[in-house]
């Protein structure tokens, strides 16, 4: 038995037009699985879903703003009627703001709580009940090397992250004897659309690549195997971890 198969499973992808959402629904896909993929921009996720089909699995493109529990209900009971069930949720979807701790503004501190850490919070409790009721599931939420270390301008994202693995860590308590995984990934500075502004700031560059031993910031493809190890059996035991997928920086 290859313990890393997902024929068969459905994965439910957030803010999976672009990035590391994109670059994981197609490695899910590559190891079998069918993926409904979820965003604000539908042009992007219908893309990737043609990508997917392509591929010989099954896909569909929902449009949500994570910011709206209203929208993750809805987003969560259309795929459920297009798939029958979510086995696998990637909790992708997340924000940005860089301001220093004496300049964040509340409108940036919410937009950054509200999707980061609120959003994926309400996406994995309605994916998590039927998990729970049906006694299987794997979520997936994308933290940070933030997420455990500070770093300048990231007071609301290293909030949100840090939080974000918190509330991992609760959900594993209270679901893992319900044949529930959740667990966490967290990448360190990674070259996706979101980023590229700051790769483009030398003085950016040269405060954050020394900080990663393994000499080189992360590609979006960097994460695929670590959320196809959690999404698959080979993870069975693993309950409330955050994987770092972050050149050691977190260690040094």
């Not at 069930?85 to 220093?100: E, S």
């Not at 493809?221 to 080979?234: F, T, W």
Request: glycine residues 10%; neutral net charge; proline residues 2%.
């Amino acid at each position: 038995m290859d313990r890393f198969d997902l024929t068969g499973r459905v994965a439910l992808v957030t803010g999976a037009g672009r990035g590391l959402g994109r670059a994981a629904a197609l490695g899910l896909a590559g190891a079998g699985a069918d993926v409904a993929a979820a965003a604000r921009s539908i042009g992007e996720i219908e893309a990737l879903a043609g990508q997917v089909r392509a591929m010989g699995r099954q896909a569909s493109a929902h449009r949500v703003d994570i910011r709206k529990v209203a929208d993750i209900r809805r987003m969560v009971d259309e795929v459920i009627e297009r798939h029958g069930r979510i086995d696998i949720l990637l909790n992708n979807a997340g924000t940005n703001v860089q301001q220093d701790a004496l300049d964040v503004t509340e409108e940036a501190w919410d937009t950054v709580m509200e999707t980061n850490l609120r959003g994926a919070f309400f996406c994995a409790q309605a994916v998590g009940r039927t998990m729970v009721a049906r006694g299987s599931g794997k979520i997936i939420n994308m933290c940070s090397t933030f997420a455990n270390l500070g770093f300048y301008g990231r007071a609301a994202y290293a909030a949100s992250k840090g939080g974000l693995a918190q509330v991992t860590r609760v959900m594993a308590i209270e679901w893992s004897s319900k044949g529930v995984n959740v667990n966490a990934i967290g990448p360190t500075a990674t070259m996706t659309k979101m980023n590229e502004a700051l790769f483009a700031r030398e003085e950016w560059r040269q405060l954050v690549l020394p900080r990663i031993p393994a000499g080189r910031p992360a590609e979006p493809e960097d994460i695929v195997g670590a959320v196809i190890y959690l999404a698959s059996r080979a993870s069975d035991m693993v309950h409330g971890h955050l994987l770092m997928v972050d050149g050691a920086w977190s260690v040094i």
